[in-house]
């Protein structure tokens, strides 16, 4: 009787009396590796300019530049871009100036229509489908605001996020 009871233990407890069935589920996605920019680093000279020349609310003449895309995969159709920079307190506008004159702020704009570009707006362009390169023609300037301009020297920073569609 302690032989079967044994026995009977054993195959209880077997593997083969234990086994569950598992599912292993694996996730991933295979992507186009995005555009490449075609300059990393951009460095828009606004060049001198006279104070007398952005006083009262007055501004610079606009300086075209483009950030351009180069080498997109076949399949995007388009580029968005979300600027982002620290704007002018009560003016969304413009783009404050972090270098040592006063009251003078960056200006951007669309370079087509100088439509006014602010801080976190999003432009979209087309990519070009048979050479796959992109651009964002822009234009920038300096611009006077309140009553306090002072002279000396003028910096900017904004940066940039590129959503691929």
Known sequence: MWKSLTLFLLFSYSPIALSNTVNIN????VVASPCELETKNHLIDLKKINIRNIKNGQASDWIDFSIKLKNCPVNTEKVTM???????PNYSEYFINSGTAKDIALNLAMQNNKG???????LMTAV???NHNAEFALSARMVGYGNN???GSFKSHLE???IYN
């Open 82 to 88: 979300i600027l982002r920079g620290q704007s002018v």
């Open 160 to 162: 940039f996020t590129l």
């Open 128 to 130: 070009n489908k048979y």
């Open 149 to 151: 301009i002072t002279v």
């Open 116 to 122: 006014i570009v602010k801080n976190n707006d999003k």
């Open 26 to 29: 694996v996730y991933g996605s």
